[in-house]
């Protein structure tokens, strides 16, 4: 067993990675503790494989895990906490816009009793519209529904202690919501400022594509952090109010039906036409809650019934091809 276990998520990298290979061996080699870099290949389609190979031939401590095919940052980050064994494990992304000076900081937090540290890019190197603007709404947004603020939940430089880490399944784009399922897990949680530097080399895997996908992740995360154990408390309220909204509409249409077969009232007191003649009130409710929240309801259904499958089975949300292990020795 391992002291550090570093785990990096590998797609399309192949000019980055002789870098980051060396610069990693180079900060960890100088901390005097046991430690392993484990790389995952995420179905790369250009050389990266290779590349990785290479460095393992080169460089101590290096495990390489190769997919069948591209399953996604998420699950590659999964392989990397299954497939390493450190009682402690550090994230970071292959590109090098992390950098792996920032670790012996992080580790340094974590000593004072932290579980997790959560890198925060500070000064960050990206362009403002498609990328920072986005994220800060994100951040706000993720902090407000998990009760867990951090400035950068997608900063993928972070600190875990094993003891909380494992305890953490991973699906969809969970992966930038660890924080928040560690604070659930009973971890805490804290972030620190960790350099950031503009991408060298290849193209970014991110775009503003992704945010209809985080963001039906986020109602996930909230239903599980809030209500997974409790989900009458969200989906009974819900149904109490349209419940009310919908006989409150019946009971207005039934009392002018009264009062206007008895001649009490040819017209309603708010003017107009009568609500009994104007059936799209009545069926505004029902269409709502016949379409809109059943669906959001057998989404997060779904969602508990592709957990339960995966986990009651052990089942990961990825296939390895082949595992690589260093052949140079200290």
Sequence with gaps: MHGISIAVAVYNEEESLPFLCEKLHAVMSGLGKTYEIVLVDDGSTDTSWKVMNEQAGKYPNLKLVKFRRNYGQTAAMSAGINESDGAVLITLDADLQNDPADIPALLAKLDEGYDVV?????????????????????????GKLTGVHLHDYGCSLKAYRREIISDVRLYGEMHRFIPALCRWAGGTVTEMPVSHHARKYGKSKYGISRTMRVVLDLMTVKFLLSYSTRPIQVFGKIGIYFGVLAASILGVVGLEAILGATGAISVPWWGGELLIKRPFWIMTPLMLMGFSIQFIVLGLLAELTARTYHESQNKQIYNIKSIVESSVTE
């Design 118 to 142: 959560s890198g925060w890019r500070k000064d960050r190197q990206d362009a403002f519209i498609n990328r920072k603007l986005p994220s800060m709404i994100a951040n706000k947004l993720i």
